[in-house]
């Protein structure tokens, strides 16, 4: 439309320019974007500190496997292991005939206090704070685990 | 006395001149349509009790699960099948652009089928996500962001797993297979017998679930990450969990386009493959 007015070559390298700043622009803009994107989807509201109560006293097994953690209770004490492994996460159990924990997934072993003894976790199990709620004759009444 | 090469020869032409593309696509659709029907009746908050509503309860349910599992195996092994005799045929290749952007449904496809797993929300599923959570962990730099868009199981059990199996991933599937559907459409007409045969197996077979139960000392992952679950045990997770099973599609993404190069490329694909059926025939033999 302008290339009568100006000359040809400087009316299309003006565009050209243009173009190409525009393209820079929309660019720009879309890098611009990923900052409020990552800031979006990494936002994480707080967990809750959550505390599960245990009906005691214990079976005579002296451990009680709940969704997230393994209460023991015995002579030497009272304490939670973590049941997330500390490998790739999945649930462990507790092997009551052979007295360790042990993962379904890579067969990683860890002890009743959690401490790593095989398999490809390095990680030791976390533990848990408990606290115990005994009734008027001293009894175990119930385990309050703090799960942080 | 040449009976053997003739059968052979016989099964190749098979093979090849099979319609793995269009069975692909409408094992797809069976597959979609009976997705969003399960979706009905699904819950993401309960992921177990409302598989194990689906499959126990609900009327029918048990078919319509079958109906939506069996058609997403159908779908994966098909685009296995439909890949390899592309490859296999040497049809020309597209710009890197669009190669790569097709191609890119492959890798899609694996998400699909394997979020899937994680929803049903038994042991199995269970044990899939948070692993596939910590193997996401494991990468460099980006690895907790991609986790908390992708997966964050802990944080907040399948809901993001939900949203991607449903929208996410299927949308980015779409966007990928875009053009190609254009150009190759599928008729349903042309694949009467393989519907009726998904139909028969949704009907007759049951669809695995594992339930969470006192005792289970060993939880096998979903048959196609057997190989990678095996590997997790010898390797550091990033490179068992992420470098390994990015080669093929990393040679997939990148094959030659020079017929030379692309041998190589192939025969590094074939080792992969082969590895990773030795790793999974280990796994399997711990079952
Ligand atoms: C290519 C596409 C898809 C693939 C490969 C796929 C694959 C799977 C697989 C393997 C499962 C596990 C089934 C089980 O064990 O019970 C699953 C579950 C599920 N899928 Fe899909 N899916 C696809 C698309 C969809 C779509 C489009 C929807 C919904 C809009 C959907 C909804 C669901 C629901 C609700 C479940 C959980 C219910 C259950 O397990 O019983 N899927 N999917
Ligand atoms: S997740 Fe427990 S051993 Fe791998």
Known sequence: ?148 | MNRFPDLLRYVKQLLLNNRWGGQTLISLYISLISGILLAIQYDAHSPYYSTATIELIAPFGRFWRALHYYSSQAFFLLLLGHIVVVLWKKEEMLPRASWIRLCASFPIAVLLLFTGYVLRGDATGEAAGLIAENICLSIPVVGTWLNDLLFDITESGVRKVYLHHLIGFVALGAFSLWPHLRRYPAFWRNHSVLVLAILAISVFLKTPMEPERFGLLHIAGPWFFLGLQELLRYLSTFVAGVIAPCIPVVLLFFLPQKTEKRQWAYIFLALWLIAYCILTWISYQRI
């Open chain 1, 1 to 148: 439309m302008s290339g009568k007015t100006l000359p040809h070559s400087s009316a299309k390298s003006r565009r050209a320019l243009l173009k190409r700043l525009f393209g820079w622009s929309v660019s720009g803009a879309l890098l611009a974007l990923l900052y409020p994107f990552f800031r979006f989807t990494r936002y994480q509201p707080k967990p809750k500190p959550r505390y599960v109560t245990v009906p005691g006293p214990l079976p005579l097994s002296g451990y009680r496997q709940e969704k997230d953690f393994i209460l023991f209770a015995n002579q030497k004490g009272t304490h939670a292991v973590s049941r997330t492994c500390t490998h790739l996460g999945c649930r462990v159990n507790y092997l009551e005939d052979k007295e360790y924990i042990e993962c379904p997934c890579h067969q990683s072993r860890f002890s009743q206090s959690g401490e790593r003894l095989a398999g490809p976790a390095e990680r030791n199990l976390p533990i848990y704070k408990v606290e115990v709620q005994n009734n008027d004759n001293g009894k175990a009444q119930a385990y309050v685990v703090e799960l942080v």
